[in-house]
């Protein structure tokens, strides 16, 4: 069974730092998805990572995929307030469908 | 263009009693799937459709049913509700075997069980 993992849970961090969220799965993927929920709102789409050594980046979020350590990063950069949410990682694990297995998600704080 | 959408936005039920819930896909995908989210986790995964077929379902009993039309939108039902029925419950598509595009998700449905 695929098993998704993030850390931290939970991050507080100041206005302008650069900080990393991890994401650990636990068995072989094709695809890695990385998504971002304010409270009570639905998911937003930030990347997908498609292949080992895969960087995307989009403003002050970039990601990176390293399939034979089963890891992904979201790094953040000059965090700002408007980065606070929840960020997860999903992973697909069998191609050509869309399961997704979510990891535990990381609540992002940003302090002015 | 719309992206996906899901009715109603919020439901409040009583313990044992049943719900629909509904999704339209985005326009030109063909594949819907549906997600659980209970307060404070990550999404769980509860069934897929592909050409009005469940292909793919985790670990949900059998109260949770679905179906496809031939326009591609879906429905969720679910059946004796139980308090911990209580959740988000978001719908994505996709177009099959398109592995390569975002998954988009729903503004989703957010039930409450009594």
């Known amino acids: 069974e695929l098993k998704v993992e993030q850390n931290p849970l939970f991050l507080s961090m100041q206005e302008g730092k650069n900080y990393t969220i991890y994401c650990n799965y636990s068995t072989t993927s094709d695809r890695l998805y990385w998504y971002r929920q304010d409270p009570g709102k639905s998911l937003e789409s930030l990347f997908v990572?498609?292949?080992?050594?895969a960087v995307k980046q989009e403003g002050r979020l970039m990601a990176s995929l390293d399939t034979k350590a089963r890891l992904s990063t979201l790094h953040i950069t000059a965090a700002v307030h408007d980065l606070s949410a929840t960020y997860f990682c999903?992973?697909?694990?069998?191609?050509?469908?869309?399961?997704?297995?979510f990891g535990t998600g990381t609540r992002l704080t940003i302090i002015p | 263009d719309a992206g996906v959408t899901q009715s109603p936005t919020h439901l409040i039920k009583t313990r044992g009693q049943q719900v629909t819930l509904r999704c339209s896909p985005k326009?030109?995908?063909?594949?819907v799937s549906w997600y659980q989210q209970a307060l404070g986790q990550g999404p769980q995964f509860i069934f897929q459709?592909?050409?009005?077929?469940?292909?793919q379902r985790g670990n949900f009993p059998d109260r949770f049913s679905g179906h496809q039309f031939p326009n591609y939108s879906s429905e969720l039902n679910v059946n004796a509700l139980l308090l911990g029925d209580s959740a988000l419950y978001l719908c994505a598509s996709s177009g099959w075997g398109a592995t390569n595009e975002k998954l988009f998700f729903g503004s989703g449905t957010q039930l409450s069980v009594l």
């Open positions: 990572l498609l292949s080992n050594g």
């Open positions: 999903a992973v697909v694990s069998n191609f050509g469908n869309e399961k997704l297995t």
């Open positions: 326009s030109g995908h063909d594949t």
């Open positions: 459709y592909y050409e009005e077929e469940e292909r």
